[in-house]
């Protein structure tokens, strides 16, 4: 594989943060050890650890864990030998008081995440972050509802206040690969500083957007083993490390115990198969953030609604994460007009 940066890949698993969407918040302190015990055996560079939305995400608008995150990333901390334990952190659900804790209980990395849009509101904890001497990455997320200038000006604020790297996040799984390779590259032309890459599968090229990604310079890459997260799930990483071995890319993980962690590990967790039916295809076709696919088909149950007409309003009103309120308004409205209609 022909690269556009000579560091060094490094993966960071994310069964354990986005694939929480899918359980529905509810893994057990038990099963937290079990995949980061595995994991770290095989060598995995970074494994991260909190409530699908975040430190502080625990609430009822977003999801009640069944355990206390803190007790899961000290859990994983005990379980970690080699790997980094990370955690994210979306300002506004989680705050600096979070940060300092999963500091203390031994979490090296931070991902800071904000909308697209609104890089601003990630200085203050970018800032504390590196002065604990946490490893501090910014995330932008739903990076496909911006011209790529306003990415790049957005992430040129994000390095400013102190990010070691910037994350591409493709939230909703609605990037093309030609569109990954255009944001990735003007990136890291205009950065000082690592570029990442965060895929989602709704549109069944998460994958390929991440090979396009690590060709155009990327360095901070995604994965998910059993493609477990939100939505259609991210990149698959056994998939992911495979075919990079395969075009000559050793990251010095296990591809064998990968498959093996996936297979008896995570694979009897996950409550239904990561495939991409109707309601993960209209996530990427609308451009609508991966977790709410599950609000919608609850907020289609109760309204008597199809949770991709939701889902399609949505994506027309360009609702973005930490908008979950707005998916039953959204709904009780289309059932307030379907019934005017009739």
């Known amino acids: ?61 977003y999801g009640r864990s069944l355990v206390d995150e803190m007790k899961l990333i000290e859990a994983a901390i ?60 910014g995330f932008l997320m739903m990076a496909h509802m911006v011209p790529t200038e306003k990415l790049v000006e957005q992430a040129k604020l994000m390095e400013s206040y102190g990010a070691q790297a910037v994350y591409v996040t493709d939230s909703a799984g609605a990037l093309l690969p030609n569109q990954v390779r255009e944001r990735i590259s003007a990136l890291r032309e205009a950065l000082n500083i690592e570029v990442g890459f965060h895929a989602h599968n709704n549109l069944s090229v998460a994958v390929a957007n991440t090979l396009v990604a690590i060709e155009e310079g990327a360095t901070r890459i995604d994965g998910s083993v059993r493609c477990l997260g939100a939505g259609a799930g991210n990149a698959q990483t056994e998939v992911l490390l ?17 498959m093996d962690i996936a297979e008896n590990i995570v694979g009897p967790l996950v409550p239904r198969p990561q495939e991409i039916n109707k309601g993960s295809l209209v996530l990427g076709y609308a451009g609508v953030y991966s977790s709410f696919l599950l609000h919608a088909q609850r907020a289609g149950k109760r309204f008597g609604l199809d949770s991709r007409d939701i889902l399609m ?5 360009k609702v973005v994460g930490g908008q979950e309120d707005m998916i039953l308004d959204v709904a009780a409205e289309l059932a307030k007009a379907r019934k005017m209609e009739v």
Do not use: F, W
């Open 313 to 317: 309003e949505l994506g027309k009103r």
């Open 78 to 137: 005990d379980e970690s030998k080699k790997s980094k334990i990370a955690v994210l952190l979306i300002p506004g659900i989680g705050t600096v008081h979070e940060l300092k804790q999963a500091h203390t209980l031994g979490a090296g990395l931070v991902r800071v995440a904000t909308h697209v849009t609104e890089a601003d509101v990630s200085a203050q904890h970018i800032s504390l972050a590196r002065e604990l001497g946490m490893e501090t990455l």
């Open 242 to 258: 495979s075919v990079l071995d395969r075009m000559g890319v050793n990251l010095g993980i296990d591809i064998y115990k990968m």
């Open 1 to 61: 594989m022909e690269r556009k940066s000579d560091k060094p890949i490094k993966i960071t698993e994310v069964c354990l943060r986005d694939g929480s969407h899918v359980l529905a918040h509810q893994y057990t302190e038990a099963q937290v050890r079990s995949v980061v015990r595995e994991l770290d055996n095989a060598g995995m560079h970074y494994i991260e650890v909190s409530h699908g939305d975040g430190l502080g995400g625990s609430t009822l608008q």
